[in-house]
Structures are given as C-alpha cells and as structure tokens.
C-alpha cells in the first residue's frame, strides 16, 4: 500500500492550497483516512479526518471552517482543500489510513505559509 500527497507549497496568508493524497496498491476503502501535520519541535495532530462511516469528518478546532476534507473513491484519492491560509498552519501535511491494526503514511508535503 502507498499514500502519496502532493499540493504544498508556499503560500501568502489568505491564501489556499489543495493537497492530494493517492492511494495505491489496494482499494480505497479503510476504517479511517485523515490528515495529520507536523511543525518544527511539535507533535503530530490531527488535522481532519473521515468517521469510520466514511462520510462523518472531524476537524481540528484552528482549522474548523477554514480547511474541507474530501474524497474521490473513483480516483483513490483524498484532498484537503486549505483557505485562508495563516503562519501557523505551516507543517508538513501528511495523509494516514488505518484499518484494524495496520497504519499507512504518505511521504509528507510542506506547507509553508508567509505573514
């Protein structure tokens, strides 16, 4: 299985981005599919994330109304869709899939955003 995103980039504040997550090597179905991001000297969390329904979405509350998590089960493929873009969402975004006891990563991107 490989998760491949792509999309980061540098970007203005106010600005959007569009990350894409490719699934390969399996069918795009799993218990759950998110986004995580990483900035220097902290941890991972959890940006946004499908419900194990596959539909139901978790947002964390910095980017709730800001960041839209998507789908395309015809294209193995998950986005996120960033807006209003601020410094402090800078990271590395990576995509995670789980089911049962397995975890997959993509590589990571970089998001960096100027003030």
């Known amino acids: 299985v490989q998760l491949v995103e792509s999309g980061g980039g540098l970007v203005q504040a106010g600005g959007s981005l569009r990350l894409s997550c490719v699934v390969s090597?399996?069918?795009?179905?799993?218990?759950?599919m998110g986004w995580y991001r990483q900035a220097p000297g902290k941890q991972r969390e959890l940006v946004a994330a499908f419900g194990i329904d596959g539909v139901s979405t978790y947002y964390v509350d910095s980017v709730e109304g800001r960041f839209t998590i998507s789908r395309d089960n015809a294209k193995n493929t998950m986005y996120l869709q960033m807006n209003s873009l601020k410094p402090e969402d800078t990271a590395v975004y990576y995509c995670?899939?789980?089911?049962?006891?397995?975890?997959?990563w993509g590589q990571g991107t970089q998001v960096t955003v100027s003030s």
């Open positions: 995670n899939a789980d089911e049962g006891w397995s975890t997959w």
């Open positions: 090597g399996r069918t795009f179905s799993f218990d759950t």
